[in-house]
């Protein structure tokens, strides 16, 4: 199986106009995205709350996290990240790829644009 990696924009939702580029691993089985803690620093993202993570040999950490703005191309997001330590992967998540409108092709590998639909009621004319 082959890896997926992609270059984005990360940061802060409040100033949207100052980014840096990062490049990810995308891991369609991980929820968050995971950004080195320095790069978050400079963009002045700060974490909101401390969460407890499952590895998957069944150990556990605990990581920062909180809320980042995504860019690709002229496709822009906000989702969850988690603060990167030293060792672990920059990863690209689940939820930062459906907040950017996209999923990833498990067997092309590449990603291709996700529906958007608004769930509701059917209005009458």
Same mark, same amino acid.
């Given at each position: 199986m082959g890896l997926t990696v992609l270059e984005l924009e990360v940061g802060n939702p409040a100033r949207p106009d100052v980014t840096e580029r990062v490049e990810f691993l995308i891991d369609s089985g991980a929820v968050y995205s995971?950004?080195?803690?320095p790069v978050l620093a400079r963009l002045d993202i700060r974490p909101l709350t401390e969460e407890?993570? /499952?590895?998957?040999? &069944?150990s556990t950490i605990r /990581? &920062?996290?909180g809320i980042a703005l995504f860019k690709y191309g002229d496709r822009i997001g906000g989702a969850d990240v988690v603060f990167g330590e030293p060792d672990d992967a920059v990863l690209l998540g689940a939820l930062t790829l459906e907040a950017l409108g996209l999923s990833l092709d498990p067997l092309r590998r590449n990603l291709k644009p996700l529906p958007l639909i608004i769930a509701g009621g059917v209005r009458d004319g």
């Open positions: 995971v950004v080195p803690a407890t993570f /499952r590895l998957a040999d &069944g /990581r &920062g996290k």
